[in-house]
């Protein structure tokens, strides 16, 4: 039984990835584990852990938002800690948030000397792999089998690994044992792409997450951010590339510009028009509805008008891919993403 429609906005969205649409913009929402248990009253280690409750949740955003397409789609994933669990670190699991890590213990010389991880079998990886094995039947009957592959950026990874500010200290004051463990997340982001890609039948893209890019100075990012990110998307010349990244940092941009990155989803806090500009014509911008002050906190009336101004900027930013400013924030009532979904379907 194949969800209504859902395989004809599949084949809509990579169309419109192809060859962009500047007149007619689509929705595309990230929806991930701090979202979905609250929205189907589930218990988040139920919601983790058990098939049924996993693809019942999914089966259930999909019918209740027609016409949005997903990003990366149906994906297992464990919130932040799939990629670094590869390397050791210690998880903490909560039954109404998505587990959390603690900083790996051997600090940034021991994972800098370390051997990168192999998803196939190290850390929580093989296990969400297998997931997919065991659910894909399922998932292509219904229509809704996930066609993008999705991996924290290297620095997301790295800062995992050690603390945020212990990795931003360390672009400073050990630059070599930073550099030296960025590679190898890297290599890391690489292989656990292509190991979800392998279970995938039609893969159209693959999308990296990685905040901490905004973090840094942009002579730092030409160091320690750019090259990796572009050699990831250089390593999967034949998909379309998204990167997520919702810091408000606008002294970003002009070095993002360079990566190869298709598709940006980016903070609220950047205007469109000086995203537009700095990244030049050829990008999809994906965004950007403020995701707690407008979409948790809002009213359906007020989400449908800051809809409509939004994409009434279409002519002077568009192509456009209507979503939050993120990914999709814990307590979203799914009437607001609907009002969402309700202003782009009568243009």
């Not at 595309?28 to 009253?41: F, H, K, N, T, V």
């Not at 997903?70 to 109404?96: D, K, L």
């Not at 101004?309 to 307590?331: F, H, N, R, T, Y």
Request: charged fraction near 20%; charge should be negative; hydrophobic fraction near 45%.
């Amino acid at each position: 039984m194949t969800i209504p429609d859902y395989s004809e906005t599949l084949i809509r969205f990579e169309t419109f990835l192809r060859s962009p649409d500047r007149e007619h913009p689509m929705v595309a929402l990230i929806i991930d584990s701090p979202w979905l248990p609250g929205y189907m009253e589930a218990d988040t280690l139920d919601y983790l852990f058990d098939p049924d409750i996993w693809l019942a949740t999914w089966t259930r955003v999909v019918t209740d938002l027609p016409g949005v397409a997903f990003v990366p789609g149906t994906w297992w994933e464990y919130g932040m800690a799939a990629e670094p669990s590869g390397w050791g670190a210690p998880i903490r699991w909560s039954r109404n948030s998505p587990p959390s890590i603690w900083t790996h213990p051997g600090g940034l010389t021991t994972l800098a000397d370390a051997p990168v991880p192999d998803p196939e079998i190290d850390g929580l990886m093989p296990v969400l792999l297998r997931h997919y094995e065991r659910m894909m039947p399922r998932l292509i009957d219904l229509g809704i089998a996930p066609r993008i592959a999705a991996a924290r950026g290297p620095m997301a990874v790295a800062s995992h690994l050690t603390g945020v500010t212990e990795l931003l200290l360390a672009t400073q004051l050990e630059p070599e044992a930073c550099l030296a463990l960025i590679e190898k997340t890297t290599d890391h982001c690489i292989a656990w792409l292509t190991s979800q890609l392998a279970r995938m039948e039609e893969p159209i893209a693959v999308i990296v997450l990685d905040d901490i890019v905004g973090m840094i100075s942009p002579e730092d990012a030409r160091t320690f951010a750019l090259p990796q990110l572009t050699r990831i998307f250089e390593a999967f010349p034949d998909l379309i590339h998204f990167y997520h990244n919702d810091t408000p940092n606008k002294a970003m941009l002009e070095g993002l510009a360079t990566i190869g990155m298709d598709v940006f989803n980016f903070s609220h806090e950047i205007d469109l028009e000086h995203a537009r500009n700095a990244l030049g014509e050829e990008v999809i911008l994906m965004g950007n509805l403020p995701p707690l002050d407008l979409l948790v906190r809002s009213t359906p009336e007020e989400v449908r008008a800051a809809t409509a101004e939004l994409v009434g900027k279409i002519d002077s930013i568009g192509p456009l891919l209507v979503s939050a400013g993120g990914g999709v924030s814990p307590g979203t009532p799914i009437e607001n993403l609907q009002a969402i979904v309700e202003v782009v379907k009568s243009l």
